[in-house]
């Protein structure tokens, strides 16, 4: 091969190289073996490079069958599991085939299917609790909630201490508003595996040691209560809500949280010193106890009319007076404000793209400037060019902090929003929000009806089948057109 043909010449080509070489003078054994080890150190492609080299050595290798299947589920290719599962149900009665085979149906989106592989395999006493948790979980996703709360007590009957089904148990009840015993299921998130490292917050190991649990609003007047914030910004903007209850029972409170929301928590919370993960100066024997955002929410939000619904975030004037300014002069119909895309980890399912909103930006009289994270100004440049209707957009790093950000946002009429963030920050201001959920949306919206107890501004849209956003995109134009009809507020 001559230097001008293509050929691996980087040191990660020159690595696989090596192992490839490596698993070539393998038995099975030791290709399961070895893919063991891979697993262990977080390296999923290489431990199923391992496996599918031990099947291509012995076809019907026990081991390396049984465990291909999670491999394959933990790097999203979930048509190869579905595949491996079924060659090995061909081969015999098998609950991890029937576990793998559900959990690739699942990725896959087919919930039913994945459901009844999860009851063949729930026949096995050996696999029966996690079954159940698993199958619990679709009749959760297509939000039937009576057979979901069966299945996780059934899973939960077998295995008291299972932290994930206990987890998932919580989200079901606070999903439905149980949230009594929605919050005291919540607490077995601390215990779930890799909760810690894959919540996104300043919440550690050391600190989860420390926490207070069964605490009473009676006993914390006087007490310096160190608050460590959690997950992800969207759950620090809500929980931020029982920061006037933690105060009126009379605790000096030190908030650590997301270094984005330091300025705005401050500028909401005076009283309140809120510190940036990375910045120090805490000692522990400045503090009385140790709290998380859950042990609040139980003490505090036990019922759906502890929830106040009222707004309790507010950007300094300086911000609210600079975004102002950039914004200029009132449009003559409304200002409105968009983000259209969700997290991360399930961003297909609860996202929509700028020319599915091409209804609400073709309203007459409007204004639309862009909220949404990320770097999105060549997307809304090619967007607005090809609907003829200009979406302001704002430089990433003029709107991450959240201050900023919540200065954009009190300056317009109103918000449209996919399940994010911005839907947490507007409600938290008190803004006019209509927001877009998915079918099955997380849990903080509840499962059914227009509002959600955290936030008294904010309007929800829901689809009433899985993918069907175009009846929630008519509903937000209409609702939208209607605001148009009576104008801005005032100021």
Known sequence: MSSAQAGPTGEADWDRLREAA??????????????????????????ATCFEAALAREPDHPR????????????GRHADALRHADRSLALGPSPEAWITRGDALHGLQDYEAALASYDEAAKSETRRAEALAKGANQQFILKRYDLARAAFDASLALRPRDATAQFDRALLRLTVGDFEGGWRDYEARLRKPRFLSESGGPLTGALVAQLERNLRPGGLGGQRILVVAEQGIGDMVMFASLFPDLLAAGAAVTCVCDPR????????FPSIRFLDPAAGGLRRADVDKVVDFGELARLFRSRREDFPGRPYLTPGAPARARWAERLGGRPTGLRVGLSWRGGARDVGRRSVTLDQLAPILELPGCEFVSLQYGEVEAEVAAASARLGKPIRVFPKADIDDFEELAGLIAALDVVVSVQNSVVHLAGALGQDCLTMLPYNPEWRYLGEGRSMPWYGSVTLHRQGAPGAWQPVLTAVTDALASRLDRGPAPG
Not at 37 to 43: D, F, K, V
Not at 65 to 73: C, D, E, K, Q, R
């Open 261 to 268: 929301l330091v300025r705005l928590f401050s500028a909401s």
């Open 64 to 75: 390396a069958m049984v465990l291909l299947g999670p491999a394959l589920i933990a790097l």
């Open 22 to 47: 490596a698993i070539a003078n393998l038995t099975a054994d030791q290709c399961v073996d070895a893919g063991l080890a891979q697993a262990l150190a977080g390296r999923m492609a290489e431990a």
